[in-house]
């Protein structure tokens, strides 16, 4: 075989397994390439997931203790009856306060997820200690109450009366919701 004949030989192999090389890499290798990375992710994702997983339920009691604890502390499904308690707890928290209630507003309100809300407004007139001691009662209540808003200004020139006006909620969670999520 020539020389020339020879050299020409190389180069045509040469050339078809660059050729074939260059397939492979687009028809196997960067096809192959990519359904590992996205592989990965997606084993990646579900490690993620099966760690939540085991943290939720780590904190399962937890959870259903502290769901144990808003349905026992939540209104009663009666809403004369939880108006009444709500409104009942509230004038005991003033008289124990030593304040004046002056105005109290309820008011219903629906929320997703299966709950209601009774939403009170009250204006209360006293001095800090009183104010202080009244809040106090509030955070501190038997049943699930939250301020929402409160505004406090004075009501002489000393600041020794204030007015406190609250915007709090207190929940009611239907009968059917009751029950642990969990």
């Known amino acids: 075989m020539s020389e020339a004949a020879r050299r020409r030989t190389i180069l045509t192999w040469t050339a078809a397994i660059l050729v074939g090389v260059l397939a492979a890499d687009r028809l196997l290798f960067r096809p192959a390439t990519r359904a590992w990375s996205a592989q990965n992710r997606r084993i990646a994702a ?27 502390r939540s209104l009663p499904l009666d809403a ?3 108006e009444e308690r709500l409104i009942r707890s509230l004038g005991e928290w003033a008289r124990n306060g030593r304040i004046a209630l002056t105005d109290l507003t309820p008011r219903w309100r629906k929320e997703n997820g299966g709950f209601s809300v009774l939403e009170c407004r009250l204006v209360a007139q006293g001095e800090w200690p009183a104010l202080a001691r009244f809040l106090d009662a509030i955070e501190n209540a038997p049943i699930a109450v939250r301020v929402e808003q409160m505004d406090l200004a004075p009501r002489d020139d000393r600041g020794a009366r204030l007015n406190l006006s609250l915007r709090l909620s207190a ?4 009968e059917s919701d009751r029950k642990p999520p969990l």
Request: without cysteine; proline residues 0%.
């Open 171 to 174: 929940l009611q969670i239907a």
């Open 46 to 72: 579900l490690r993620e997931e099966m760690e939540q997983g085991r943290r939720a339920a780590e904190r399962i009691e937890t959870i259903r203790a502290r769901w144990e604890g808003a349905v026992n």
């Open 80 to 82: 004369a009856a939880a």
